[in-house]
Nanobody, 127 residues
Framework: QVQLVESGGGLVQAGGSLRLSCAAS????????AGWFRQAPGKEREFVAAISWSGGSTLYTDSVKGRFTVSRNNAKNTIDLQMNNLKPEDTAIYYC????????????????????WGQGTQVTVSS
C-alpha cells in the first residue's frame, strides 16, 4: 500500500500559477503510474493528469492541456502538478493517486483504476 500526501494548494487569482506536490511512501512508488484528480463542489471527482512510471508518457484532460504539466521525481518519490493560467473553474480539491498495479498504464489511472488516494489539497481560483 502506498501512502500519499499532497501539498501546495491555496488561493490564487485567475491567471496565476500554483504547483502541487505529492509525496509517496510505502511500496515501490517508482514502478507505478500515477496521476491527479479533482473534485469541485457538487460535482463528481474527475481525472486531470496521469504519468507513467518512467515519466515518459503523460495524459491530460482536455480542459487543462497547455496549462498544466505533470511530472515526477522517482528518486524523491514525488509527483508534481504545475498549474499555470488558472481559471475559476479549476477550483476544486485536488487528489494524488497511484495506479492499482505495476502494469496499470496512465490510461488506466485516467479511468480511476487506482490503488491509493491522497487526502486532497484545496485549490481556489478567484476571478
Amino acid at each position: 500500500q502506498v501512502q500519499l500526501v499532497e501539498s501546495g494548494g491555496g488561493l490564487v487569482q485567475a491567471g496565476g500559477s500554483l504547483r502541487l506536490s505529492c509525496a509517496a511512501s510505502g511500496r515501490t512508488f517508482s514502478t507505478y503510474s500515477a496521476g491527479w484528480f479533482r473534485q469541485a463542489p457538487g460535482k463528481e471527482r474527475e481525472f486531470v493528469a496521469a504519468i507513467s512510471w518512467s515519466g515518459g508518457s503523460t495524459l491530460y484532460t482536455d480542459s487543462v492541456k497547455g496549462r498544466f504539466t505533470v511530472s515526477r521525481n522517482n528518486a524523491k518519490n514525488t509527483i508534481d502538478l504545475q498549474m499555470n493560467n488558472l481559471k475559476p473553474e479549476d477550483t476544486a480539491i485536488y487528489y494524488c493517486a497511484v495506479g492499482r498495479a505495476s502494469w496499470t498504464l496512465p490510461a488506466g489511472v485516467a479511468r480511476a483504476d487506482v490503488g491509493s488516494w491522497g487526502q486532497g489539497t484545496q485549490v481556489t481560483v478567484s476571478s
